[in-house]
């Protein structure tokens, strides 16, 4: 079982920035693709970014040139900037070896 802690959400301006972590519980698992996906109320939950083991990332249109992912070895990062109050979710970390893990979310809320 893969486990993932995440942090970094909170209350933020327009225009600012925030950074989120996801920490896997298991250093040693082969982790194929770890990301991040977000759900704002009334809305279904949708990619806003992911990386692949080979270091390839793919990022949801409405974040390309604002949000920036990265990751070492099983811990993973969302720099968010240039927030809009639209970016308001909770942010969920995805693990994906043999099968998917999430975490339990991180509130991000933009206030205009």
């Known amino acids: 079982q893969v486990q993932l802690v995440e942090s970094g959400g909170g209350l933020v301006q327009a225009g600012g920035s925030l950074r989120l972590s996801c920490a896997a519980s298991?250093?040693?698992?082969?982790?194929?693709?770890m990301g991040w996906y977000r759900q704002a109320p009334g809305k279904q939950r949708e990619l806003v970014a992911v990386?692949?083991?080979?270091?390839i990332s793919r990022y949801a249109e409405s974040v390309r040139g604002r949000f920036t992912i990265s990751r070492a070895k099983n811990t993973v990062y969302l720099q968010m900037n240039s927030l809009k109050p639209e970016d308001t979710a909770v942010y969920y970390c995805?693990?994906?070896?043999?099968?998917?893990?999430w975490g339990k979310g991180t509130l991000v809320t933009v206030s205009s």
């Open positions: 298991e250093s040693s698992v082969s982790i194929n693709l």
């Open positions: 995805k693990a994906r070896t043999w099968k998917d893990y």
């Open positions: 990386v692949m083991s080979g270091g």
